[in-house]
């Protein structure tokens, strides 16, 4: 070969040896090369396993949807460019083949209530919101709006309220409804919707699983009846996960676990801790004994487990007094995310929920004076000290 040959063919294209990676490559190819065309065209009739084209299928991405679906004790699952790309593919592969109608729990995400009403409702899907919490409530609704799908969160954003997943799959499978169930705030860990009768298992990789603010990502699990469903589709869509996000996510996911008891119990001290503040109106906290959705919880998660995050009502704050105190923290960092190993601290009003007209949030209990805590790994002492530092500045 000539030297311009060379240096696009040499040394490229290796047959890996008999010795197997301890962690997985990032497969950055987006095609293959094959024995012979009688073997592509095996691979892609479905007849033999391989990677043909990247938004088919990758291996590092055929990693993390394998760890995941170990997590999730699921069928499968789909690596997706975002959460919210999580979503939407949930959201279109339970819809397929059933009546174009949606109902969602009325406590979200703020991009899901975006999606349903500002993308999918104009397209004619049929968009209602329930309070999932309510299980007459929600009956009412899935009887008079026949869904063909109902959307929750396992904890919701930002309020915390926990639904009982197990029944509610119960009310959809009734009404030939999908259950798709954000997983993100609770983690495998403390929740495994699929295994109490969702057909969805949706997460914001960016959060919790790769943990470190460094990856923007999703992932959805399904369970056998909707997973070739959702890979067709993918394969038009083209939603999938680079490779390199991938690598960063299965290395974030490997701590998790770890980082998520710290989370959680840190999560308990700071919340009590709030509580007892004279500044503070109001405090969410899924292990607060007179959460409204105790029950639930206790039968839910494992004990000592409640989550990680916790949101706290100012006392007659407004937007001046909240910028205030957030320009006060001097280690919590003030951003627009949750689950990193740092804890963060959102203005829901401004940030996830501010495309959702005031009107609304007000109906979905968001104040002006609330604020969303994710709290991280750090040394607890030092996240309290800094919530009480920036508290005792205000006028
Ligand atoms: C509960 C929940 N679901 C989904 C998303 C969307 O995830 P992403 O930002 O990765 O698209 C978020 C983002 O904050 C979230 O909080």
């Not at 065309?37 to 990247?54: K, N, S």
């Not at 690596?79 to 009546?99: E, K, Q």
């Not at 949606?102 to 406590?107: G, L």
Request: proline residues 5%; contains cysteine.
């Amino acid at each position: 070969m000539q030297i311009h040959s060379k240096a696009v063919h040499a040394g490229d294209r290796k047959k890996l040896g008999r010795h197997i990676p301890t962690s997985t490559p990032i497969y950055t190819a987006s095609s293959y090369v094959y024995d012979s065309m009688e073997q592509l065209d095996r691979i892609f009739a479905q007849e033999e396993a391989g990677p043909c084209y990247a938004r088919y299928d990758n291996p590092s991405a055929a990693a993390l949807e394998e760890l995941v679906t170990s997590l999730e004790n699921g069928h499968g699952a789909l690596a997706c460019s975002s959460g919210m790309g999580a979503i939407h593919m949930a959201v279109l592969a339970a819809l397929t083949d059933r009546r174009k109608s949606v109902v969602a729990a009325n406590a979200t995400y703020g991009a899901t209530v975006s999606l349903l009403m500002k993308v999918l409702e104009p397209m004619g899907v049929a968009v209602r919101f329930a309070d999932v919490c309510d299980l007459d409530a929600l009956r009412t609704a899935v009887a008079e709006a026949k869904p063909g799908c109902i959307v929750m969160e396992t904890v919701s954003n930002p309020l915390l309220r926990v639904g009982q997943i197990d029944r509610i799959a119960e009310i959809a499978r009734e009404a030939g409804a999908a259950l798709v169930v954000d997983n993100t705030f609770a983690t495998p860990l403390l929740c495994r919707p699929l295994e109490m009768g969702a057909n969805f298992s949706v997460h914001s990789v960016t959060k919790y699983l790769a943990g470190h603010g460094d990856v923007l990502g999703g992932i959805v699990v399904s369970d056998r009846e909707h997973y070739e469903g959702l890979r067709a589709l993918s394969r038009v869509v083209g939603p999938v996960l680079g490779p390199f996000e991938c690598y960063l996510t299965m290395r974030g996911i490997k701590t998790f676990a770890l980082r998520m008891e710290r989370q959680c119990a840190n999560a308990c001290r700071v919340a009590n801790w709030l509580a007892s503040h004279p500044r503070v109106e109001r405090v969410y906290f899924t292990g607060d004994p007179a959460h409204p959705d105790a029950a639930t919880i206790r039968r839910v998660f494992p004990a000592n487990l409640y989550g990680a995050m916790v949101s706290f009502e100012v006392r007659d704050a407004g937007r001046d007094e909240i910028f205030r105190l957030m320009d006060n923290l001097k280690m919590i960092v003030r951003g627009t995310s949750l689950g990193d190993v740092h804890t963060m601290v959102l203005y829901p009003s401004m940030s996830s929920h501010r495309e959702i007209s005031p009107k609304h949030r007000a109906r979905m209990g968001i104040q002006d004076g609330l604020l969303r805590l994710s709290v991280g790994i750090e040394a607890v002492e030092d996240i309290i000290a800094d919530l009480q530092q920036a508290l005792g500045n205000q006028p």
